[in-house]
């Protein structure tokens, strides 16, 4: 069978209709809402570091740990960190960015 125009048709892009319009701009406002929603999400998800308290992670003997200390707590673990003795530098590096001295070293 001859195809009558074969090459004109190939050659002419599809027309767009009112129907194939309005579903482009449907999924295109889907995929701008979730971008937003995700945006949103990770620019609020997460803790502000609160002032006056240490948060680091060190390893123990079971794996990670983690310590989280606010007010009297936190600077009496700066004051003297005996209970953290291989992890100094975590301990130092939380303890200044609450504002505390470790032990004398600062």
């Known amino acids: 069978m001859i195809m009558m ?3 004109k048709r190939l050659r002419e ?3 767009w209709g009112r129907r194939e319009k309005t579903i482009v701009a449907v999924v295109l406002s889907i995929v701008l ?3 937003a ?3 949103a999400y990770a620019l609020s ?3 502000p570091s609160r002032a006056g308290c240490i948060q ?3 390893a123990s003997t079971l794996g990670g740990a983690e310590v ?3 007010g009297a707590r936190a600077r009496a673990t700066c004051a003297t960190p005996g209970a953290y003795p291989h992890n100094t530098e ?3 590096e939380a303890c200044r960015k609450a504002g505390y001295p470790l032990a004398g070293k600062d």
């Open 45 to 47: 998800r997460g803790a």
């Open 5 to 7: 125009d074969q090459s």
């Open 56 to 58: 680091f992670t060190f």
């Open 13 to 15: 892009p599809l027309p």
């Open 33 to 35: 809402l979730a971008l």
């Open 90 to 92: 975590e301990l130092r």
């Open 37 to 39: 929603g995700v945006g």
């Open 68 to 70: 989280n200390q606010c």
